[in-house]
């Protein structure tokens, strides 16, 4: 069973930065892509951003466009997002998704199989 874990959250300041990882558990599994997404309190879930293992391609939503960075790592198999200046809309709980298959939309939330368990960012003005 594929387990992915998040780090990286914690409270920042508004134009602060943020990195976040992404460990997946199991290291046989080759990813078609893994992808972040976030939801604020009383919001629903809502995608940042994801990557495509084999070639690198990169989608960002617009609310982090120009401002977030996401990248992998294939040893490790892990991936990272990186935010920068934050805003405090940016407060959320973030999530790490990954799925093996493509079905049309990476910024789907039923695109992805596995989730990890989320970890908060609170950004304060």
């Known amino acids: 069973q594929v387990q992915l874990v998040e780090s990286g959250g914690g409270s920042v300041q508004a134009g602060d930065s943020l990195r976040l990882s992404c460990v997946a558990s199991?290291?046989?599994?080759?990813?078609?892509?893994m992808a972040w997404f976030r939801q604020a309190p009383g919001k629903e879930r809502e995608f940042v951003a994801a990557?495509?293992?084999?070639?690198?391609?990169?989608e960002y939503a617009d609310s982090v466009k120009g401002r977030a960075t996401i990248s992998k790592d294939n040893a490790k198999i892990t991936m990272t997002l990186e935010v920068h200046p934050l805003k405090p809309e940016d407060t959320a709980t973030y999530y790490c998704?990954?799925?093996?298959?493509?079905?049309?939309?990476?910024?789907?939330?039923?695109?992805?199989?596995?989730w990890g368990q989320g970890t908060q960012v609170t950004v304060s003005s």
């Open positions: 998704a990954g799925t093996l298959t493509y079905a049309g939309d990476l910024k789907r939330l039923s695109e992805y199989r596995w």
């Open positions: 199991e290291y046989q599994y080759s990813w078609y892509a």
């Open positions: 990557i495509r293992w084999s070639t690198f391609g990169t």
